[in-house]
């Protein structure tokens, strides 16, 4: 489900509201479907994995997931170091922060002299914000500090954000963003590294170049390494690696569906001044389910 769809059925749901407010009428919200529309959705996930490339998140999520030997390819390109050993690698890595916005990184790396990388994948210029880069390179920086260790044992950190867009704008394949002495010109040596990879140069002459291709590429037998074709074959074209696609993008329309229950809910609770449990009523939500959305809402 697209953020418009999603829109759409707030503002449905908020004219529902307005007829609630007039004639005190019940709303249900309903997200039960049956056996064709769940045809339906299978077929239309079929068809939105055919065009799904490595440059987008969730199918990236998927093929970098656990996956040592693609992390390393990434890595040794983009940082032109061909004999980094990846130790461990995974996706979709919730870091909290007690006191403020938490993060979750896209691909969470360590390799075996105990440096850390961050690898996000964006199309959208916005989310590589500049102080994206900054806030998820400080929050790594406090997540690997443990009490009473010396600061001098902060390990080095890598925040790696591929572009869809060239987001620096000075038409170059790679930025490399690091603290200097500004009186001096020499690098401060602090061990915190921010990159930026321009996706859209696809020079084919250059390993980076060919790696954005890569990331490009609806179909495996047109991308260059090896390391990301299997992959991307094993997603697309496996029957095992089929239906777990199509349980992750299962799973992503629940997850939707859950956000529309729980907009409806606070906007219940603000636009009529009901009690969560009242709101919960109205949009018939089951009895098991309530503390779950309780606790949603109350984060929010």
């Known amino acids: 489900m697209t953020e418009q769809e999603i829109l759409n059925q707030i503002e449905e749901l908020n004219r529902k509201l307005e007829e609630v407010r007039k004639n005190k009428t019940s709303v249900y919200l309903d997200v039960e479907i049956d056996s064709a529309e769940k045809e339906r959705l299978h077929q239309e996930d079929l068809q939105r994995l055919r065009g799904l490339r490595l440059i987008d998140d969730d199918f990236m999520n998927a093929c970098f997931d656990g996956y040592i030997e693609g992390a390393e390819l990434l890595l040794r390109i983009i940082l032109d170091k061909p004999d980094i050993r990846v130790k461990s690698v995974t996706t979709q890595r919730q870091m909290k922060n007690l006191l403020g916005r938490d993060i979750c990184l896209d691909i969470d790396a360590d390799d075996d002299s105990g440096k850390k990388y ?19 390179s400080s929050i790594l ?4 500090l443990k009490s009473g260790e010396d600061y001098s044992d902060l390990p080095e950190t890598f925040v790696i954000f591929i572009t869809e ?4 704008g000075e038409g170059l394949p790679l930025y490399t963003i690091e603290r200097k002495i500004t009186n001096t010109g020499k690098p401060f040596d602090d ?11 696809k020079n084919a002459s250059t390993e980076l170049g060919r790696l954005m291709h890569d990331f490009f590429c609806i179909n495996a037998d047109d991308m260059n390494f090896r390391e990301l074709a299997e992959k991307v074959r094993f997603y697309k ?26 907009e409806a809910i606070i906007s219940i609770m603000e636009k009529l001044k009901y009690t969560a449990e009242q709101a919960m009523d109205l949009l018939n939500i089951p009895q098991a389910e309530r503390a779950t959305y309780v606790g949603l809402v109350e984060k929010r």
């Open 165 to 168: 867009n060239d987001v620096i």
């Open 237 to 262: 074209e496996d029957e095992k690696g089929v239906a777990e696609m199509c349980k992750v993008m299962e799973d992503m329309r629940n997850e939707t569906a859950k956000k529309i229950k729980i």
């Open 141 to 144: 920086d406090a997540h690997l």
């Open 118 to 136: 961050n690898i996000e994948v964006q199309r959208s210029d916005k989310g590589a914000d500049r102080k994206r880069a900054r806030y998820h």
């Open 191 to 201: 061990g915190e590294h921010i990159i930026y990879v321009n996706g859209a140069d």
